[in-house]
């Protein structure tokens, strides 16, 4: 399942994309395809920004603080963010992950 | 904004009494498309 695959995969917010805090979490505006996206949990925004720096996506959600019962709606999430090239798959040996 | 749907579960014995909340997300919570296609004649 596409899902978890993505759990044990080191991913990372895509170059082109910006992040502007607001209250209700952020906003990424990606400049390559104009796409718009609230990220409406500041625990999802959390998530997004660390995922360069871990070694996959489920470290990321754990270090986060993100419940294990609440791990597939934040998958379900990045997949979505995923779909516009918001996050995209990092190639190992792009970047350390720092554990 | 905020759609959570939290659902509460109290649990109950003889010894110990524990209310557990826990909040049942769905991705619609998380995040949000907008389309801005069009907008560029809004201002």
New interface residues.
């Given amino acids: 399942m596409m899902l978890d695959l993505m759990l044990d995969e080191p991913w990372t917010l895509s170059p082109p994309v910006a992040l502007r805090p607001e209250p209700f979490g952020a906003l990424a505006y990606h400049f390559g395809n104009r796409k718009l996206t609230f990220l409406k949990r500041p625990e999802l925004v959390t998530v997004v920004r660390s995922l360069a720096g871990h070694v996959d996506v489920r470290s990321a959600l754990t270090d986060a603080g993100i419940p294990d019962a609440q791990h597939p709606a934040y998958l379900e999430a990045l997949r979505g963010l995923a779909a516009t090239d918001m996050i995209r798959p990092r190639h190992q040996g792009s970047r350390e992950p720092t554990r | 904004?905020?759609t959570t749907n939290p659902t509460q579960t109290a649990t109950t014995d003889e010894s110990n009494h524990t209310d557990t909340v826990?909040?049942t997300?769905?991705?619609e919570?998380?995040?949000?498309?907008?389309?801005?296609d069009g907008m560029c004649g809004v201002y």
């Fill in positions: 904004m905020n826990t909040e997300l769905v991705a919570d998380l995040i949000e498309e907008v389309s801005i």
